[in-house]
């Protein structure tokens, strides 16, 4: 199993959809985890951080299941502007980062 | 407050030749972090530096180096030049400590192998 996992669509979605995206990690041990956004041949950008309770940040939900080990990404009322790669990242252990392969989102006019 | 800057922005080189690329953190960063991304492809761990010492380091040959220096900026070195290293270069930077910052990157420098 991969330490962190994520499907990498496309999710081709409408505007004003709802949209989720998953994270896996296989370490228990992880403690932070967070969500970025890469634009094409741009750098990653961080989204927003994930807190064990859930948090929100607009029309972007961040959740926690430890106990199934994954972190999600919910994007609510889609706009074109959210078009991107959808990166997860994992602290894995002392020093030691893990960034998902990304999830691409499209949406569509 | 000034973000992760890299330079240069674009390098080209040719085979067999070294390059070295530059990052300054968001001051207050001592952890600074190097990634390769090529083309279409997902970020690859190259190095991270905490407090001027190497912390962890991914699986690329030993020919990818660098250093921290005591301002907290740091060089990638590339020695003996591959084809398959072009690709973009990211450093990011945090505070310091062992992971539980978010990172923040630079706009990356495009390194082209001819």
């Known amino acids: 199993r991969k330490e962190v996992e994520q499907d990498p669509g496309p999710f081709n979605v409408p505007e004003g959809a709802t949209v989720a995206f998953n994270c896996t990690y296989s370490n228990s041990a992880s403690q932070s985890f967070f969500w970025y956004r890469q634009d094409c041949r741009k750098e990653p950008k961080l989204l927003m951080s994930v807190y064990s309770s859930g948090n929100e940040d607009g029309r972007f939900t961040a959740q926690l299941n430890r106990a199934s080990q994954y972190i999600s990404l919910l994007i609510r009322d889609s706009k074109l502007s959210d078009s991107a790669t959808y990166l997860c990242?994992?602290?894995?252990?002392?020093?030691?980062?893990?960034f998902g392969t990304g999830t691409r989102l499209k949406v569509l006019a | 407050e000034a973000g992760v800057t890299q330079s240069p922005t674009h390098l080209i080189k040719t085979r067999g030749q070294q390059a070295t690329l530059r990052c300054s953190p968001i001051?207050?960063?001592?952890?600074v972090y190097w990634y390769q991304q090529a083309l279409g492809l997902g970020l690859q761990f190259l190095l991270w530096?905490?407090?001027?010492?190497?912390?962890n380091r991914g699986n690329f040959p030993p020919r990818f180096s660098g250093r921290q220096f005591p301002n907290y900026s740091s060089e990638l070195n590339v020695n003996a030049l591959e084809l398959e290293d072009s690709a973009l270069y990211l450093c990011a930077s945090s505070p310091g400590g062992q992971g539980r910052q978010p990172q923040h990157f630079g706009d990356g420098t495009r390194l082209s192998i001819l």
């Open positions: 530096y905490d407090e001027g010492e190497e912390r």
């Open positions: 001051s207050g960063h001592t952890s």
């Open positions: 990242v994992v602290e894995a252990g002392t020093y030691k980062y893990i």
